[in-house]
C-alpha cells in the first residue's frame, strides 16, 4: 500500500513538472509573437511628416524643452497610426516596440525620464533620439511603398542633429569672433621692412710715403 502511495505521489509530481514546463515554453513562444499587426505610414503621411523634423530641429535652438515634447508627440502620433495601441505609460509602449525593434524601445524608454532640471544636454540627445525613431520609420514606410526592393531611392534619413540654443550659440559666436579679431589685427599690422643693408666703406689705402729728395735736409 505504502509503494503504490509513493508511486502515485512520484507520478503527480512528474505531471505537474511538465504542466509547468509546457506553461513555460508556450509564455516564452506567446512572447516572441508580435502583440498586434503593424501597419506601415502612408505616402501621404510620409511627406507630410519631414519639413515637422526641420522645424523641430530649428524649435530646439529658442525652445530646447518644447522641441522635445514636440518630436515626441510626433513619434506617439505615428505609432498610433501605425496601429501601436494606446498604453497608460511610455514602459508600456517601450515593451511594444520590442517586439519590432529592440535599439527604438530603449530610445523610446530613455527619452521618458526627463526631469525638470534635465540639462540641454540630456534634451539634445532625446531629441536627437526621438528624431531617429521617426526617420527609420519614415524609411520603413518609403521601403514599403517600393515594394521592399534594394534599390531604394535616396531619401533623407541621416541622423538628427539638434542645433545648439541661442545662448550658447551666442556665447561661441562671441569667443569666435573675438579670435578672428584677433587674427584680423595680427594680419593688418604694418610690414617691418628689413633694414637696408649697409655696404662695405671703400677700403682706404695707405699712401705711399714720400721720399726726401737728394740733398734735402731732414728737419
Known amino acids: ?38 501597419r506601415h505610414l502612408s505616402a501621404e503621411r510620409i511627406e507630410a511628416t519631414q519639413p515637422r523634423l526641420t522645424e523641430i530641429e530649428r524649435q530646439f535652438v529658442d525652445e530646447p524643452r518644447q522641441a522635445v515634447a514636440e518630436a515626441r508627440r510626433l513619434l506617439d502620433d505615428l505609432l498610433n497610426e501605425m496601429g501601436h495601441p494606446a498604453r497608460l505609460n511610455s514602459a508600456e509602449r517601450g515593451r511594444d516596440l520590442r517586439h519590432f525593434n529592440r535599439p527604438q524601445s530603449e530610445r523610446y524608454v530613455q527619452g521618458s525620464t526627463l526631469k525638470d532640471n534635465t540639462s540641454t544636454e540630456e534634451l539634445r540627445r ?40 541661442r545662448e550658447e550659440r551666442q556665447v561661441k559666436t562671441q569667443h569666435h569672433e573675438g579670435e578672428v579679431r584677433d587674427a584680423r589685427e595680427v594680419r593688418d599690422a604694418p610690414e617691418v621692412r628689413d633694414a637696408p643693408e649697409v655696404r662695405d666703406a671703400p677700403e682706404v689705402r695707405d699712401r705711399p710715403v714720400e721720399e726726401d729728395p737728394p740733398g734735402a735736409r731732414r728737419v
Open 126 to 165: 532625446v531629441l536627437r533620439d526621438d528624431l531617429t525613431t521617426i526617420r527609420e520609420l519614415l524609411a520603413e514606410g518609403r521601403q514599403h511603398l517600393d515594394g521592399g526592393s534594394e534599390h531604394k531611392q535616396p531619401t533623407d534619413d541621416r541622423p538628427a542633429v539638434a542645433a545648439e540654443p
Open 1 to 38: 500500500m505504502n509503494t503504490n502511495v509513493l508511486l502515485a505521489v512520484i507520478a503527480a509530481v512528474v505531471i505537474l513538472a511538465l504542466i509547468i514546463a509546457a506553461v513555460i515554453v508556450f509564455t516564452r513562444r506567446r512572447g516572441k509573437e508580435e502583440p498586434f499587426e503593424r
